[in-house]
Each structure stands twice: as C-alpha cells, then as structure tokens.
C-alpha cells in the first residue's frame, strides 16, 4: 500500500505541468535549503562556545531559556509555510483501502519535512558539543528527545490548527507581546519556561512527558483528519458569506475604473492575493535594518538605494511580479471579453503605481533617520515606478505559472502564499539601480548617485507609451501560449 | 457573418480541425456536434481567437479575429468556467460584463429581469460567490452574461449540460428568440441531438476534424443524425 503511495507522489511531482519551467527554480530552492542546512549546522556547533564567550552562563541553560522562543518562532513559521500533505485524497475515499492507512500515510508524510529535519541540524551538533564538553549523557540525551518530541508536537499542531487563522493570530500576537515585555524588560516569560526545559536535562526520564503529548497530539490529528475526511467536512471548500459591493467611487476613471474595482475585489477576497499584499506592506518595514544600523554589513552606501526600491516596492514586487497570472483563472474571459490588451494593461500599472506612492508616504517616517533615508526612499519610488513597473509587467508576459486563488483542499489546504520564486525574478531589478548609483557615487558623489537613479526613473516615465507599446506586443505574442499554460491547473 | 477559410489546427502529427470552408449567415442558429474531440471546442476556440490556427483563418463581420481586436464589442461567449470570475457575486459578475460592453447598471438590470424564472431565485442575492454555486447555477449565469450587452454573435459551448430539465427548455425558448427575433447568430454546440434539432435551423456533424455533414433542420434531421451517429 505505502508503494502506491508513494508512486503516486512522485508521480504527481515529476509529471506537474510546471515542473519543466520550475526545475531551476526547484534545483535553486534546493540550493537554499542547502544553505539554510548550513547555518543551522554552524549554528548548532559554534552556539555552544558564542555563549560561552559571551559569558552568559551555562550554553544549555541559556539554550533553555530561549527555547519558548524557539519552539513559539517555529510554530508561526511552520503555520506560514509548511503545506499540508494532501496526496489527492478525494479520488482515494471510495477505493478498497481503509482511511487508517490514507490518514497514516498523510501525517507520516509530515514528520519526514523539511521543517522537521531542519531542526537537527541544529539539536544534534549542539548536543555531541555538550556530550564532547563533559555533559553527562544520560542527560543530554534525555533532553535531546524531549526537545524532539516537542518539534513534533509543533508538526502536528500545525496540521490540526492549520486553517484557524483566529487562533494563530491570537498566537502570534501573544509571541510578540511576550517577546516585546521581554525586551522591554517589563515581563520575563522565559522565567517560567526555562525551569521545564532545564527539567528535561535535571530528570532525563521525564522526556517520557513530551513523547506522550507528541503521541497524543498524533492520535489527536489522526482523528481529526478521519473525522473530516467527507466531501461535506474537511475535504468541503469553506463557503464565506458574499457580499455586493459596488465601489462607485472608481467609476469616474470609466474603463480603467472597472477594472481597479475588480481587482480590488480580487486582493480583498482571495487569500493567495490578500497575503501578497501583506507581505509587500511589511517590506515598508524592510528599511529599518539598513537605516538603524541595526545590521553592519548593511552599512556600504548601495544598500541605501537597495533599501528604498525595497520599502516603496513591496506591494509591485509580491503583487505586480503575478501580474497577469492573478487573472489566470479567468484568462480566456479576459481574452475574448470586449478589453483592449493596453487598458487591462494599464489598469494593473495603475495599480502598482497609487500603491508605490502609498507606499512612499508610508514611509515618511523614514525621516526620522535623517533626509537622506528618506531621499533614498523617494529614489526608489521614482525608479519603481520609471521603470521596475514596467520590468514587472514585461516579466509577467513570461511568467505562466497559473495561480490558484483559494485552495480547493481548504481543511487540509496548503498555503501557497509564498513563493521564492518572487524573490529569484527580484534580483534584476534590484542589481540594476545599484549600480546606476554606484556610477553616480563613484565618479562623482553620493548626493550624484541618488540623482543617476532617479533620472533614470523618470526617464522611464517619459517614454511611457512606447515601453507600453513594446509590452502590449509582447502580451499578444504570448498570448496564446499563456492561455495554454493557465489551462494546466 | 461568420467566414471560415483553409482553417487547421494541428499538434505534432495530429490534425484536429481541417475546415475548408464554413460561412455563418447573420441570424441564424447554428447547432455544432459530434464525438468527443471531434474538434467543436477547437473550432469556438479559434473563433474566440484563444488559439492560434496552424493555417487559414476566421472572419468574424470583416474582421480577422487573429489580426485584430475589432470583433470582440459584437461577439460573447460562454465556453466553460475559466470565463467566470470566481470571487465576484453574481450581480457583480453581470455588472462588470455590462461596464465592459458599455452597459451601465439600468441596462444589465432590465436586461437580468427578463431571466427571473431561468434564474429560479437561486442566482440574484444569494449572499455566495460564482465559485461556490453549484456547477448548473455557474452556467447559468455564465449563459446569461453572455447576452450583455446585444452582441451579434453568441457562442456557446455545450450550454445544456449540467443543466436542470426546466432550464434547459427555457435556454431552448431564449436561444431560438434570439436568432428569431433579434437577427443574433447563435453558435451551440451539444452532445444533445435532440436539443440541437429543436434549436437551431442547421446542423453541421464534425467528425475527426471535418465536417461530414451540413444539414438545414427537417422533419428528418433527427434521423439522419441517429444513424451517422449509430455508425
């Protein structure tokens, strides 16, 4: 049985329609996970001597105490991004094989994640630094389970809370709250939380708890997905309560108008989109590592002008950079529908525009750390607006990867909110203003340099119409190959 | 209305339409059938411009729908879901069809009141979203989108399937109206042999890509039909 299954998953990954396109971003992706490996592997066996140079006490204890941290930050990153393992269970409910097995086959899929494995590579090098320091064994060792025990139980929490966003909310709001008193130094949490993670290690006999609770959580999941394995349960689409809403305020602006109300709808509505522009919003946020000084190696000049096209960027880059798969659903529509190719075109450049300059009033408070932060943001909006948002456009005609709005596999439904392919098709349009202001700053000033990159976004503006033409043609060259692309779901 | 000239659409090896010459006289119905991947959903494909022909072309009204946009203000069509807005409510769906094809809210209303028992109080105010009607209400709605806006040509891809009885001889009414009355060419096509003989005033039998029959509807249509379909 678990043959069939698994056939079925590689199956399902090696023959999906956008595994040719995507074998490089997957072989890129990969290479990340290398690279996350790495650090996590560095940090499991230099973290044992930071601590013990830092002077902070007994590594252990000090891992301990952080540990809440650890285990609340691994809860919300797992909830973001780890999908759900659905291995096409609808056409698998009224085969000969019992729901025990699918469901087991299900979960267990889940303990062999990457969210889970990622973790040893911490633990492990750090207990064999403990056990190689002089630690009694029986002790490190018992602590060591206790701690992999809980990451499972954080596995499994996930998969049951997966699709109540109240209570991650609540969740994550708390783990902020915590963390702020914490630093604030108002309410020490992990005053109460280290003695239970030091009692793993004092006792190792009582890692016998977290192995209890993890089998628990496990028959707790297992049940929930037996219960609700029904097309009417957990496999139905949740149904929200619609509303008309009309949005006649955006009618003035005549055919540009319908299409912004439409598209307004579609980020409010839809989670995929919604999340999008979530995260664009805190790329505002972005700026505060470069102008705090928070981190060194963001200190070099070009990082201010990498900063800028950040803060004011966020919404083109997780939004605009999906432009026109937001619309893949309903691309033949669009197509054969009485829509000229450059009004839909513009209303989404339009789009990216007011919220660029959203974007940039936003982040006003950037003055706050002086007029040149600020002037790097009004850089970076000009750029963004001259010319990444017809880069995003342009990109877009390429990208046909069709979007799924709302998942189908609501209960066990995986988040597709993040892509690192976003990031990947970033980089050009970020390496490109860089080194337009590393000509300005180098041959002449710094002050030259934001003036270089700001030219060139206007320069962008200007010729307007002829990129829009460029684009428009290269949409209709694409056109058909695009429709092809968005009918493989 | 309609001009078909030389059109083939071909994959590799495979030739999946190959139409020499079709012409589509203003008004009238015109029913489409034959077996699965006969080609009707290529031959609308190519007529909505949504794939690209392998050799010849369609003239819509004197437009060549693959070298320009001109056609799209008097043609609509309902193909399948991928022409329907999931996350918009029914009425919102109708308007923005309607503001696109330059219809303000009175015209789409007053044009929605005439659809009030095809409708059968399961479309307007329903609080849902298009995804989240069953698959007969989408259609329905999808049908009735496509007559926003007095287009001249209709196109519709199997618009009997998934749908109840009682809305299915309401679509016959409404269709049949249409060629009637308005002088719109309707375009139909169905697995349905008894519905397409009911509706349309001729008939053409694709099989493997070609036509091999173009019947104007009689009293023996249906038995024509029968026995090429029988083999």
């Known amino acids: 049985m678990l043959k069939h299954f698994i056939g079925l998953q590689w199956k399902s990954f090696f023959r999906s329609a956008s595994f040719k396109t995507e074998i490089w971003f997957k072989i890129l992706m990969a290479l990340g996970a290398l690279y996350f490996i790495a650090v996590f592997l560095g940090m499991g066996v230099g973290a044992y001597f930071i601590i013990e140079d830092m002077e902070l006490g007994d590594p252990l204890r000090v891992v301990n105490q952080f540990m809440v941290y650890y285990l609340a930050f691994d809860l919300v990153f797992r909830y973001m991004l780890q999908k759900m393992p659905v291995t096409n269970i609808k056409p698998l409910l009224y085969l000969p094989m019992s729901k025990t097995k699918v469901v087991n086959f299900s979960l267990g899929k889940t303990v062999i994640s990457f969210f889970n494995i990622a973790h040893a590579f911490f633990f492990i090098p750090f207990s064999i630094v403990l056990l190689v320091e002089g630690y009694p064994p029986v002790q490190v060792i018992g602590w060591h389970l206790a701690l992999m025990a809980l990451f499972y139980c954080n596995n499994f929490l996930n998969v049951m809370v997966n699709n109540q966003n109240f209570i991650f909310y609540v969740f994550a709001a708390l783990f902020i709250v915590a963390g702020a008193s914490q630093y604030y130094e108002w309410f020490d949490i992990t005053i109460y939380t280290q003695p239970i993670f030091d009692f793993f290690y004092d006792m190792p006999w009582t890692a016998i708890i977290p192995w209890m609770i993890l089998a628990g959580m496990y028959y707790g999941a297992f049940s929930y997905f037996k219960k609700h394995m029904y097309l009417d349960g957990g496999l139905a689409k949740k149904q929200t309560e619609a509303k008309t809403e009309n949005l006649e305020w955006l009618d003035r602006f005549g055919n540009l108008g319908t299409f912004l109300k439409n598209d307004i709808k579609l980020i409010k509505r839809n989670k995929r989109s919604r999340t999008a522009v979530i995260m664009g919003f805190f790329f505002i946020f972005y700026g505060l590592l470069f102008f705090t000084g928070a981190l060194e190696v963001y200190d070099g000049p070009f990082w201010k002008i990498f900063a800028g096209i950040f803060v004011t960027g966020g919404f083109l880059f997780s939004f605009g950079q999906y432009v026109p798969s937001w619309d893949s659903s309903y691309y033949p529509l669009m197509m054969s529908q009485n829509i000229k190719y450059r009004e839909y075109l513009s209303s989404k450049w339009y789009l990216v525009i007011i919220a660029t300059i959203i974007s940039t009033i936003l982040a006003t408070f950037y003055l706050y750390f002086g007029w040149e932060a600020y002037a790097a943001v009004l850089v970076g909006a000009i750029y963004n607006i001259g010319i990444n948002s017809y880069l995003v456009l342009w990109g877009g005609a390429y990208v046909k990867t069709p979007i799924e709005l709302t998942s189908n596999k609501k209960a066990f439904g995986d988040k597709q909110a993040f892509n690192a392919k976003t990031l990947l098709l970033t980089l050009p349009k970020l390496a490109l203003p860089i080194l337009i202001y590393a000509i300005g700053h180098f041959l002449i000033s710094p002050a030259a340099g934001y003036i270089f990159v700001a030219v060139f976004g206007l320069l962008g503006f200007v010729f307007k119409e002829r990129v829009f033409t460029m684009i428009e043609g290269i949409y209709k060259k694409e056109k058909y190959k695009t429709l092809q692309a968005y009918k493989q779901k | ?231």
Not at chain 2, 21 to 39: D, T, W
Not at chain 2, 44 to 52: E, H
Not at chain 2, 163 to 176: A, E, N, V
Request: hydrophobic share 40%; glycine share 8%; with cysteine.
């Open chain 2, 1 to 231: 209305m309609i001009t078909v000239h030389n059109l083939t659409k071909t994959y590799g090896e495979q030739t999946v339409l190959n139409i020499d010459q079709l012409e589509i006289p203003k008004g009238q119905s015109f029913g489409l059938v034959g077996n699965n991947g006969a080609g009707k959903t290529t031959l609308f494909s190519l007529l909505l411009d949504l794939i690209q022909p392998s050799s010849g072309h369609v003239i819509n009204n004197d437009v060549q729908v693959d070298q320009s946009e001109a056609w799209k203000p008097f043609t609509s069509a309902f193909i399948d879901e991928t022409f329907l807005i999931g996350y918009l409510t029914p009425e919102e769906y109708f308007y923005f069809i309607g503001e696109l094809r330059g219809r303000n809210k009175a015209d789409v209303d007053a044009l929605l009141s005439n659809f009030d028992d095809f409708f059968h109080d399961e479309i307007l105010g329903q609080k849902k979203y298009l995804r989240d009607l069953s698959k007969g209400n989408q259609k329905k709605v999808g049908i009735v989108a496509s007559f926003i806006g007095n287009p001249e040509v209709v196109i519709l891809d199997e618009p009997f399937a998934n749908l109840d009885p009682t809305t299915q001889i309401r679509l016959k009414g409404i269709i049949k109206d249409l060629a009637a009355k308005e002088g719109v060419t309707v375009l139909v096509s169905s697995h349905d042999l008894i519905h397409v003989t009911e509706v349309c005033e001729r008939i053409v039998v694709l099989n493997k890509g070609e036509i091999v029959k173009d019947l104007h509807t009689s009293a023996e249509t249906m038995k024509e039909l029968e026995a090429f379909f029988a083999g």
